[in-house]
């Protein structure tokens, strides 16, 4: 799996180069990240390679496979995000920067595995919800509980607070003082 990911520049002309590669259950194999239990994408990666470096671009399309937030129920989430990276030759070798690669000047490859993976994980929304619960058609346990154990008064019902209510006054007054409502 890790060789098809090296991409060997030094025999590639000066010019545009296009590799794609198909992202499925077998590549999340390598990685320790578990909230991603299968994919189904398509990672189409554009090189320019130039006289003194390397530009690349990913864009990643497809699902992956991951679990509810809300519901623990197994869902496929669509996923779409690109990736800019140039990569510069230097003395040693340098990923402190977001976007520029720093490679020796000796190299004459380069892994985009990495790249792949870290573009695919940052393209997951922070919270991963089952599209069924929006739509209401999400029937779940999990579910009907949490609808039975959320509260059933309204906030406004509930008692204020005579600090807050102070404050309120205040802006009340100014407003009425200065003619706005």
């Known amino acids: ?13 000066n010019e545009d180069h296009q590799f794609e590669y198909e992202i499925n259950n077998s590549f999340f194999e390598v990685y320790p990240y578990e909230e991603i239990l299968g994919a189904n994408a398509n990672v189409v990666l554009h090189l320019n390679k130039q ?6 671009h990913f864009s990643v399309n497809g699902t992956v496979e991951v679990q509810c937030d809300l519901s623990n129920e197994l869902y496929d989430q669509p ?5 800019d990276l140039v990569v510069k030759f ?20 380069i ?5 792949i993976y870290e573009m695919i994980v940052l393209a997951l929304p922070r919270k991963k919800e089952h599209p069924g619960i929006k739509d209401g058609t ?20 509930i008692s204020s607070d005579p600090r807050w209510d102070k404050l309120k006054e205040l802006i009340t007054d100014k407003k009425q003082k200065d003619g706005t409502s």
């Not at 006289?51 to 690349?56: A, D, F, R, S």
């Not at 996923?79 to 990736?83: E, G, P």
């Not at 230097?90 to 490859?109: A, C, K, T, W």
């Open 51 to 56: 006289e003194t470096l390397l530009e690349l």
């Open 138 to 157: 999400l029937k779940s346990e999990i579910l009907d509980k949490l609808k039975e154990l959320q509260p059933k008064e309204n906030i406004n019902s």
């Open 79 to 83: 996923i779409d995000s690109t990736l």
């Open 90 to 109: 230097g003395d040693v070798f340098d990923n402190d920067h977001l976007e520029i690669l720093i490679i020796p000047r000796d190299s004459y490859e």
């Open 1 to 13: 799996m890790k060789n098809a990911y090296i991409i060997p520049f030094v025999g590639l002309k």
């Open 111 to 115: 892994d985009v595995a990495q790249y």
